[in-house]
Protein backbone atom coordinates (compact mmCIF):
# COMPACT_ATOMS: atom_id res chain seq x y z
CA UNK A 1 0.00 0.00 0.00
CA UNK A 2 1.47 3.39 -0.76
CA UNK A 3 1.87 6.06 1.64
CA UNK A 4 3.20 9.54 2.64
CA UNK A 5 4.89 11.20 5.05
CA UNK A 6 5.54 14.88 5.67
CA UNK A 7 7.59 16.70 9.01
CA UNK A 8 6.96 19.58 10.60
CA UNK A 9 7.70 21.70 13.76
CA UNK A 10 5.41 21.30 16.51
CA UNK A 11 5.52 24.31 18.95
CA UNK A 12 2.82 25.49 21.86
CA UNK A 13 5.62 27.94 22.86
CA UNK A 14 7.07 30.89 20.90
CA UNK A 15 11.08 30.45 21.39
CA UNK A 16 14.10 32.75 20.35
CA UNK A 17 15.76 31.36 17.15
CA UNK A 18 18.48 31.36 18.62
CA UNK A 19 18.33 28.78 21.66
CA UNK A 20 20.79 26.62 22.70
CA UNK A 21 20.35 22.85 22.35
CA UNK A 22 18.72 22.68 26.14
CA UNK A 23 15.87 24.67 25.38
CA UNK A 24 15.66 23.02 22.17
CA UNK A 25 15.39 19.62 23.29
CA UNK A 26 13.56 20.22 26.37
CA UNK A 27 10.78 22.36 25.13
CA UNK A 28 11.09 20.19 22.06
CA UNK A 29 9.34 21.20 18.62
CA UNK A 30 8.20 17.62 18.56
CA UNK A 31 7.68 15.99 14.72
CA UNK A 32 4.79 15.32 13.86
CA UNK A 33 4.41 12.78 10.84
CA UNK A 34 1.34 12.21 8.49
CA UNK A 35 1.15 9.22 7.17
CA UNK A 36 -2.16 9.00 4.78
CA UNK A 37 -3.21 6.02 2.74
CA UNK A 38 -6.74 4.85 0.79
CA UNK A 39 -7.80 3.75 4.42
CA UNK A 40 -6.95 6.27 6.97
CA UNK A 41 -5.32 9.03 8.28
CA UNK A 42 -2.64 8.43 10.72
CA UNK A 43 -0.27 11.18 12.45
CA UNK A 44 1.81 10.86 15.55
CA UNK A 45 3.66 13.29 17.77
CA UNK A 46 6.60 13.08 20.95
CA UNK A 47 7.04 15.87 23.20
CA UNK A 48 7.32 16.76 26.64
CA UNK A 49 4.80 17.24 29.29
CA UNK A 50 6.73 17.69 32.22
CA UNK A 51 10.05 17.75 33.83
CA UNK A 52 9.67 13.96 33.76
CA UNK A 53 7.56 12.99 30.99
CA UNK A 54 7.48 12.82 27.40
CA UNK A 55 4.10 12.02 25.19
CA UNK A 56 3.98 10.02 22.25
CA UNK A 57 0.51 9.55 20.43
CA UNK A 58 -0.93 8.34 17.65
CA UNK A 59 -4.53 9.00 16.07
CA UNK A 60 -6.14 7.37 13.69
CA UNK A 61 -8.97 8.94 11.51
CA UNK A 62 -10.01 11.50 14.13
CA UNK A 63 -9.50 8.62 17.28
CA UNK A 64 -6.65 7.87 19.53
CA UNK A 65 -5.47 4.68 18.57
CA UNK A 66 -2.09 4.89 21.48
CA UNK A 67 -1.11 7.65 24.19
CA UNK A 68 2.74 6.44 25.86
CA UNK A 69 4.00 8.78 28.60
CA UNK A 70 7.57 7.83 29.01
CA UNK A 71 8.49 8.72 32.49
CA UNK A 72 11.72 9.07 34.27
CA UNK A 73 13.99 11.21 36.08
CA UNK A 74 14.03 14.84 36.16
CA UNK A 75 15.15 15.97 32.85
CA UNK A 76 15.88 12.56 31.36
CA UNK A 77 15.12 13.69 27.57
CA UNK A 78 17.52 16.57 27.34
CA UNK A 79 20.73 14.27 27.95
CA UNK A 80 22.67 12.17 25.32
CA UNK A 81 22.31 13.90 22.50
CA UNK A 82 20.39 14.81 19.40
CA UNK A 83 16.57 13.17 20.06
CA UNK A 84 14.26 12.71 16.95
CA UNK A 85 10.81 10.85 16.05
CA UNK A 86 9.87 8.67 12.92
CA UNK A 87 6.94 6.84 11.63
CA UNK A 88 4.85 5.17 8.89
CA UNK A 89 2.19 2.90 7.69
CA UNK A 90 1.31 0.53 5.45
CA UNK A 91 0.10 -3.37 5.05
CA UNK A 92 -1.19 -6.25 2.61
CA UNK A 93 -4.20 -5.83 1.29
CA UNK A 94 -6.54 -6.68 4.66
CA UNK A 95 -4.28 -5.48 7.07
CA UNK A 96 -2.76 -2.00 8.04
CA UNK A 97 -0.21 -1.40 10.01
CA UNK A 98 2.15 1.45 11.89
CA UNK A 99 5.36 1.72 13.28
CA UNK A 100 6.35 4.72 15.50
CA UNK A 101 9.79 5.49 17.09
CA UNK A 102 11.35 8.40 19.41
CA UNK A 103 14.78 8.98 19.97
CA UNK A 104 15.07 11.13 22.99
CA UNK A 105 18.05 11.13 26.13
CA UNK A 106 20.30 9.05 24.36
CA UNK A 107 17.41 5.91 24.40
CA UNK A 108 15.26 4.81 21.44
CA UNK A 109 11.80 3.35 22.04
CA UNK A 110 9.22 2.12 19.54
CA UNK A 111 5.41 1.23 19.13
CA UNK A 112 4.23 -0.94 16.53
CA UNK A 113 0.27 -1.51 15.79
CA UNK A 114 -1.64 -4.04 13.54
CA UNK A 115 -4.62 -1.93 13.44
CA UNK A 116 -6.71 -4.74 11.43
CA UNK A 117 -6.06 -7.11 14.11
CA UNK A 118 -6.48 -4.27 17.26
CA UNK A 119 -3.17 -5.07 18.81
CA UNK A 120 0.06 -2.63 19.46
CA UNK A 121 3.33 -3.87 21.22
CA UNK A 122 5.22 -1.46 23.67
CA UNK A 123 8.65 -3.01 25.04
CA UNK A 124 7.51 -6.03 23.38
CA UNK A 125 4.24 -6.41 25.31
CA UNK A 126 1.48 -6.80 23.46
CA UNK A 127 -1.36 -4.52 23.87
CA UNK A 128 -4.81 -4.84 23.25
CA UNK A 129 -6.43 -1.75 21.44
CA UNK A 130 -9.84 -2.87 22.05
CA UNK A 131 -8.98 -2.65 25.90
CA UNK A 132 -6.34 0.10 26.17
CA UNK A 133 -5.69 3.66 24.25
CA UNK A 134 -3.16 4.71 27.18
CA UNK A 135 -0.18 3.14 28.85
CA UNK A 136 2.23 4.22 31.09
CA UNK A 137 5.85 3.96 31.28
CA UNK A 138 7.96 4.63 33.89
CA UNK A 139 12.09 4.08 34.83
CA UNK A 140 13.01 4.70 31.21
CA UNK A 141 16.41 6.28 32.05
CA UNK A 142 16.85 3.48 34.84
CA UNK A 143 19.42 0.47 34.94
CA UNK A 144 16.89 -2.00 33.85
CA UNK A 145 15.06 0.14 31.38
CA UNK A 146 11.49 1.03 30.71
CA UNK A 147 8.59 -1.03 32.39
CA UNK A 148 4.70 -0.90 31.73
CA UNK A 149 3.03 0.11 35.10
CA UNK A 150 -0.52 0.52 33.77
CA UNK A 151 -2.71 0.52 31.39
CA UNK A 152 -5.74 2.87 30.73
CA UNK A 153 -8.27 3.36 27.99
CA UNK A 154 -10.83 6.37 27.92
CA UNK A 155 -12.91 7.94 25.17
CA UNK A 156 -11.16 8.05 22.04
CA UNK A 157 -12.66 10.74 20.25
CA UNK A 158 -10.41 13.79 19.09
CA UNK A 159 -11.54 17.24 18.61
CA UNK A 160 -11.78 17.79 14.88
CA UNK A 161 -9.01 19.67 13.31
CA UNK A 162 -8.85 20.48 9.44
CA UNK A 163 -5.27 20.47 9.52
CA UNK A 164 -3.39 17.94 11.84
CA UNK A 165 0.41 19.84 12.01
CA UNK A 166 -1.58 22.92 13.39
CA UNK A 167 -2.83 21.67 16.93
CA UNK A 168 -2.95 23.47 20.30
CA UNK A 169 -3.18 22.48 23.79
CA UNK A 170 -6.74 22.89 23.37
CA UNK A 171 -7.13 19.93 20.40
CA UNK A 172 -3.77 18.51 21.64
CA UNK A 173 -4.71 14.40 21.33
CA UNK A 174 -2.26 13.79 24.23
CA UNK A 175 -3.31 16.56 26.19
CA UNK A 176 -7.56 15.77 25.19
CA UNK A 177 -6.75 11.71 26.58
CA UNK A 178 -5.16 13.10 30.06
CA UNK A 179 -8.01 15.10 31.11
CA UNK A 180 -10.26 12.45 30.35
CA UNK A 181 -8.58 10.14 32.93
CA UNK A 182 -8.15 13.17 35.54
CA UNK A 183 -6.01 10.27 37.59
CA UNK A 184 -3.39 10.43 35.33
CA UNK A 185 -2.29 13.95 36.20
CA UNK A 186 -0.58 12.51 39.49
CA UNK A 187 1.91 10.42 36.67
CA UNK A 188 2.82 13.20 35.11
CA UNK A 189 4.49 14.99 38.30
CA UNK A 190 3.94 18.59 37.58
CA UNK A 191 5.61 19.97 40.53
CA UNK A 192 8.93 18.25 40.16
CA UNK A 193 11.48 21.40 39.12
CA UNK A 194 13.22 20.84 35.66
CA UNK A 195 17.24 20.37 36.61
CA UNK A 196 19.53 23.34 35.81
CA UNK A 197 20.68 22.69 32.22
CA UNK A 198 24.38 21.37 31.28
CA UNK A 199 24.31 22.18 27.85
CA UNK A 200 23.63 25.53 27.23
CA UNK A 201 25.86 26.40 24.72
CA UNK A 202 28.21 29.16 25.21
CA UNK A 203 26.70 30.67 27.80
CA UNK A 204 26.57 27.39 29.73
CA UNK A 205 29.49 28.25 31.84
CA UNK A 206 27.69 31.62 33.64
CA UNK A 207 25.03 30.30 36.56
CA UNK A 208 22.78 33.52 35.87
CA UNK A 209 22.09 32.37 32.50
CA UNK A 210 21.57 29.05 33.14
CA UNK A 211 19.26 30.07 36.05
CA UNK A 212 17.12 31.99 33.39
CA UNK A 213 16.78 29.30 30.68
CA UNK A 214 16.04 26.93 32.88
CA UNK A 215 13.09 29.07 34.54
CA UNK A 216 12.01 29.59 31.41
CA UNK A 217 11.28 25.80 30.43
CA UNK A 218 9.76 25.64 33.72
CA UNK A 219 7.19 28.26 32.89
CA UNK A 220 6.78 27.03 29.47
CA UNK A 221 6.33 23.31 30.49
CA UNK A 222 4.46 23.92 33.66
CA UNK A 223 1.73 25.44 31.52
CA UNK A 224 1.51 21.96 28.90
CA UNK A 225 0.91 20.34 32.67
CA UNK A 226 -1.23 21.98 34.02
CA UNK A 227 -3.02 22.24 30.48
CA UNK A 228 -3.03 18.66 30.95
CA UNK A 229 -4.52 18.29 34.15
CA UNK A 230 -6.79 21.19 33.86
CA UNK A 231 -11.04 19.66 33.60
Keep these: MDSTR ?20 AIAAAILLVAGTARAQVSSASRPLSAT ?27 GGGNSSSGGGGGRPGQE ?52 VDRRRVDPTLPQVSNPAQRTMENDPA ?5 RAPELGAFLQCDVPV ?6 GPTGADPAVRDRLRE ?16
Design 97 to 148: VGSFSMTYGGRTFSIDLNYSAGLAKVLDQEISLADTNVVLVDDVDGPSGGRI
Design 175 to 179: ITAIR
Design 6 to 25: KATSFNFASTPADRPLYLTV
Design 195 to 200: PVPTDA
Design 53 to 79: VISTFVARNGELALLVLWRGSPGWYAR
Design 216 to 231: YVQGVLTEVCRAATSP
